[in-house]
């Protein structure tokens, strides 16, 4: 029976009892939640009396966000700008707001191998209900570890620095590992292409960049308005910006006669009113699109790093969006690169030949003053950014492939570390974390640089649904509980196929609470499976709860318990997230890949 109904059988050819479970497919609609009992009932005693041994119920698998435990994704580098992947977790120091932190959790991850084992335990399945033939043989698929958004500005980018820019990029989409899916975003939502391994594609997504300002002649020659003076004459209230504003409208449109000069107040400021909507309008679209990609990604199981290729921007009153977006990628653990794509630029002091040149020295010099801190205002929010997820800025450099190649190469290896924060405030306030090594040599550091407290308390069920959706949208393994992950396929035709996950759990292993002459403990099971880009199809969470006599426990357990979940899918490849939680916290996590031809 297909949905989330629960097919229960006694003890099968695996070995311990099976809990069976069938899934529909990503668009069948979650069903009603169901139970069963999975021990035999005594006709001669009141169920109240003689309770179930084992129950088990499925669930939506909603969750809600909390920083409870904080991950830190940490890339250690030595002089040669390679990775290091001796360290342990005796080697790291962590602090937060400068006071040091238990590391409660470390592991060293290689990525390329995160599902190399499992691939092995990938088999077809036959059926007897079924009159196909299962496939005897499959092969192992190239599942995706790592997610690479290119985003580029092309609102804000000129042709000539975003020509360059996709021709550097170009050159990058070679250095992908066959693990690696890349999609190429933009500011202005147009050309857009999601995670892909298809580099024909993705060049051609590519070469249909262009740029989209929102508002043509941004910079206007008479007067020399940008969002940067803008944003002094209205927001700061600046007098010399003004001035220096007015003096130019009177000079270019009045001859410089004084006679204009209320005239030519008025027309500064009304060029003040437009530079700062077109500069608003354009940071408020950037700011957007990148909380977008963030959200995408975040749905991504490993790896995620975004690399942002603008001239730069500036975020006038729009600070909170601004935090927002850096708060929703350290929450998910995004790293946000980015590449400067103006590359070693000169600010040429009143502007370019093609520029109208002031005749007023006075006046040009304050223009050129602010001319350069423009420039130099431009780069800063791309600079936090980076620095506030843990990723790289690349500017003030021509030379743009080596630039992708250093903010958006794979890490051969990369360490996980995670924390309880203590006597956490409720206050939304950003903590400043740090990671050091004890270690004599000098190692460079590439880790997150913060994260926000909750506004409000998260209960314990709260609590663990993040800890198991954050488990799920990840591939690092764990391995708190005893558990055993292995995959099953058959078709019943060409274009339908049945998954079969298959979790085995070492019941003797796991922690029970004595009461009422039982053994008593909780699992909770969750399934995700998600395509050859990354792609969450389909998955299930089921709530385990075992009562278990001491006799059951000791000889009719003793071989474990096999849950299994079946989910209806199409042939091709899958990577399967498993993930297992106890009542009291621990956590085992697995993956799987397979490919149904």
Known sequence: MLGFAILVAALSAIPGLILGQEAGSAASPARPTQQSSVAPKSASVPESQNPPEMTSHDAAATFQVNVRLVEVHVVVRDSHGKAVGTLRKEDFQLFDDRKPQVITKFSVQKPGLQVAREEQTSQPATSSTTTDTATTSASSPDIPERYIAYLFDDVHLEFGD?????????????????TDRAAIFSISGQSNLEFTDDRSKLRDALRRLMPRPLAVGRFNDCPKMNYYIADLILNKNDPQARAAVAADVLECQFNGDPKFQAQAQAVAQQAATQGLADGDAETHLALISLKDVVRRMSAAPGQRCIVLVSP??????????????????????????????????VVVPGGDISQRIQRN?????????????????????MAELADATGG????????????????????????V??????NLKLNGRFHNLKVTLTTAEKY????????LAPKQASGPEQEAKQEIEDALFSQEQMHDLPIDLHTQFFKPSDGEAKLTVLTHIDVRQLHFHKADGRNNSNLTIVSGVFDRNGNFVTGTEKILQMHLKDETLANRMGTGLNVRTNFDVKPGSYLVRLVVRDGEGQIAAENGAIQIP
């Open 162 to 178: 975003l020509a360059q820019a996709r021709e550097a990029a170009e050159k990058n989409l070679e250095t992908l590992q066959p």
């Open 361 to 381: 020295s006075a006046v040009a010099g304050i223009e050129g003053q602010y001319q350069f801190a423009s420039a130099s205002a431009d780069a800063d929010v």
């Open 312 to 345: 730069g921007f500036i975020t006038p009153q729009q600070e909170y969006d601004l935090d927002n977006v850096i708060d929703r990628a350290t929450r998910a653990n995004i790293t946000i690169s980015a590449i400067d794509a103006r590359g070693l630029y």
């Open 444 to 451: 460079s550091i590439q880790a997150r640089r913060g994260y």
């Open 417 to 422: 570390l995670a924390f309880s924060p203590q």
């Open 392 to 415: 790289d800025f690349f500017h003030n450099n021509n030379d743009l492939a080596d630039g992708f190649r250093r903010v958006a190469s794979t890490p051969e290896y990369y360490y």
